[in-house]
């Protein structure tokens, strides 16, 4: 959808002196003493171990605060572009879907995303919801993205990638910071950061406040606006000379609009909201608190532990009227229905673990985590809700230098899941480095991903009273006459599993760094790849409250009390999709000058050996109830297959310039562009685009 031209004023972001506190302690943690001399970053996510990237078994991209501000990303999901290989999509204007490569669905499942190592992959639908993430942009430190399969380390749903996002500590970021923003349309954002000393510890607080009326359609902000409050807390307290404690807590709450907008991308027409999807305020509240622990031992060892508990509530229920004339209507007047997508989920984690290092060329880094996880939405999960999973971690990585040139790391994840299949993850890379100016890699790996418990334990159905004995209108007799069935997992499916091999190389161009870069070829065999399929009743009591009432019980969806000659009327999931993928991706770093400096990323995807597993499943006449006659297939397994076929851009293309002329004035383009795609599930075809930011 195409926004209205975009202006905004945007007041600096400002530091304001505090006793003892200025300036520059702000400003310290940005700039690099000497461009042409950068170090390479050393990075923590890819094994748990501080690695510089050339070390590492995986390839690392890394957006610092420099690229952070120059990129004028007005969300976290937005920064996410400059990573190499990164499709970031809308579902609506206050729905963000982040994922890499390919195989991007409504809600990035193949993707994890941690924040200061805190997993916010989400339980009940998987992936991650950016916009009501409890973190402000102005916040960010650097995010450091693994590109490839890393549940080694992370475990499952580390899938195709992690992303891990780092904050500032509050010690460098004292004194008063303000930034202020706003636009066309209704655009307004607002951060008031301060941090202060309080005894021995470093404090800091933020707050923040957005708000926008979304894409310009029909109802404009009634259907994808915003509206949400932000505040954390941040605090750093060194207790012994061998110990540091941190603590942070966060909520960030408020309003997200909702409703049925959709545009057919053949037409080009807008399918306003329906009496099922009205226009509606969705209240939104995600909170967290966090305590992270690191003690140094007498032997230099390193213990560190990390607990923390989050929680993710959507408060969204419309009642309704469905008119006669409505398909999922069976009686002859106005029908009330209760709809609901109302959740509650809830994390509870700790982890520990411990670095250590047995000699000169060998460390280890290995540790357990116990985390439960608790969904709660009769609307989604029916009589079976709350739903709650238990899982286990043992995991352990070692990076062993070989030989002067050559580094080994090897890796493996060990977890017991309650209600998903137990998983091992295992990874092995051999980094050779014949010259301190190139590094040549060779990984192979395996990860999985979990259903989520949306896809394993999915019963959305809406109760109707129709209340025929009494020939009156509906919700007199308080009985359930007739069931609106949604979804229905009739079995938990199969772990997703990848097997990628990868070959990459670093290289600096240049002695003092001034070029630098690193090119990845992969090849990822993935399988029992999850997707929608039909769900055919089996009889009264396979409907989702039918069980539960007694008495008489139909199906609105097959028309009238139709239970005992069923057809496909819902959908669950199984595994359905095997399929080989592989590619090339390249990314480059030029710093022309000590005031400029340029970021460049390239991605070329091939699929192929796309297979179904279970075709029987998918072997029925399909249609698109008539709208769109361009994307009609004779069955919905053609109809499957091409929507996987196509579920990746070939190419995938980003740069970032930067230019400061003085240390007072910033001026930077980037350019994004993105080949034709189509998302999994919702079936919206994306034509290739190309995206120019000043």
């Known amino acids: 959808m195409a926004r209205h031209v975009t202006w905004a004023v945007i007041v600096t972001a400002l530091v304001l002196p505090v006793p003892g506190l200025g300036a520059e302690a702000e400003e310290s943690s940005r700039a690099p003493e000497d461009p042409f001399f950068i170090d390479l970053p050393v990075v923590l996510t890819a094994t748990r171990l501080s690695q510089p990237p050339q070390d590492a078994p995986a390839a690392v991209f890394v957006i610092d605060r420099e690229m952070i501000d120059a990129s004028g990303a007005r969300e976290i999901a937005d920064l996410m572009r400059l990573a190499p290989g990164f499709i970031v999509a809308t579902d609506n204007g206050n729905r963000r879907a982040v994922g890499y490569r390919g195989f991007v669905d409504s809600y990035g499942r193949r993707l994890q995303v941690l924040i200061d190592g805190r997993s916010v992959y989400m339980p009940l639908f998987g992936g991650t919801t950016w916009t009501d993430l409890p973190l402000a942009l102005d916040d960010i430190e650097r995010i450091e993205v693994i590109r490839g399969p890393n549940g080694a380390s992370y475990g499952a749903n580390a899938f195709q990638g992690v992303v891990n996002i780092l904050t500032r500590h509050p010690d460098v970021s004292q004194g008063l910071y303000l930034h202020a923003a706003g636009g066309d349309p209704d655009y307004r954002q607002g951060v008031l950061r301060h941090g202060f000393p309080l005894g021995s510890a470093e404090v800091r607080y933020t707050l923040g406040y957005e708000e926008d009326s979304g894409y310009d359609v029909p109802l404009d902000n009634q259907v994808d606006g915003k509206e949400l409050g932000l505040a954390t807390f941040d605090a750093m307290l060194d207790t012994t000379s061998r110990d540091r404690l941190r603590l942070q807590a966060g909520i960030k709450r408020g309003d997200l609009r909702d409703g049925g907008n959709d545009i057919d991308a053949v037409t080009n027409t807008i399918n306003g909201p329906t009496v099922e999807d009205p226009p509606r305020t969705v209240d939104v509240e995600h909170l967290f608190g966090q305590i992270e622990w690191e003690h140094q031992l007498q032997n230099g060892d390193v213990v560190k532990a990390l607990g923390y508990v989050q929680q993710l509530t959507h408060d969204d229920d419309y009642p309704t009227l469905l ?3 409505h398909p999922d209507n069976p009686s002859g007047t106005d029908l009330f229905v209760d709809f609901s997508r109302s ?14 290092q047995p000699n000169r060329d060998l460390r280890v880094v290995w540790g357990v985590e116990l985390r439960q996880d608790e969904v709660e939405s009769t609307a989604l999960l029916g009589p079976g809700s709350p739903v709650e999973n238990t899982l286990f971690r043992l995991f352990a990585n070692a990076e062993w230098q070989l030989a002067p040139e050559l580094l080994m ?17 295992p990874r092995l890379a051999l980094n050779f480095s014949p010259s301190t100016n190139h590094t040549f890699r060779i990984a192979a790996s395996r990860s999985v991903r979990t259903p989520s418990v949306y896809e394993a334990r999915s019963d959305e159905f809406y109760p109707l009273d129709l209340d025929f ?10 009985e359930i006459d007739a069931i609106y069935q949604v979804s229905k997992s009739a079995f938990t499916p199969d772990n997703e599993t990848v097997e990628a091999l990868e070959l990459g190389w670093l290289f600096e ?22 997707n929608d399929y039909p769900y055919r009743f089996t009889g009264r ?16 969806n097959n028309g009238f009390g139709n239970v005992d000659h069923p057809k496909p009327t819902t959908f669950g999931v199984a595994n359905q999709i095997d399929l080989d993928f592989y590619g090339l991706e390249a990314s480059l770093e030029a710093r022309p000058s000590t005031l400029s400096r340029i970021i460049a990323s390239y991605t070329l995807n091939k699929l192929h050996d796309l297979e ?83």
């Not at 994390?347 to 411990?354: D, N």
């Not at 994840?413 to 299949?421: A, G, N, Q, T, V």
């Not at 004995?469 to 308080?478: A, H, V, Y």
């Not at 161009?509 to 999850?530: A, N, Q, T």
């Open 323 to 325: 008119p006669p004339t």
């Open 343 to 356: 959740r509650e989920e809830r994390r509870y984690a700790v982890e520990l673990q411990h670095l250590l």
């Open 409 to 425: 790391n090897a890796g493996v994840m060990l977890e017991e899941h309650e209600i998903f299949d137990d998983a091992v993850s």
């Open 469 to 478: 004995s009494g020939g009156g209108g509906p919700g007199i007799d308080g």
């Open 509 to 530: 161009l240049m002695d003092d760094r001034r070029l630098r870069g690193d090119v990845r070829i992969f090849y990822e065999r993935y399988r029992k790849m999850l």
């Open 541 to 556: 009591d396979d409907l989702g409250a039918c069980s539960i009432t007694g008495g008489f019980c139909g199906n609105a």
């Open 612 to 694: 179904a597993r279970r075709p029987d499943l998918l072997d029925y006449p399909y249609t698109d109830f008539g709208t769109n006659t361009a994307r009609l297939n004779p069955t919905l397994l053609a109809q499957v297959t091409d929507e996987w076929e196509r579920s990746y851009p070939s190419h995938i293309f980003s740069l970032l310039a930067i230019h400061r002329p003085d240390d007072h004035l910033t001026l930077s383009a980037a350019v994004y562009h993105l080949s034709n795609t189509q998302f999994l599930e919702v079936g919206d075809r994306l034509p290739g685009y190309t995206r120019l930011d000043l």
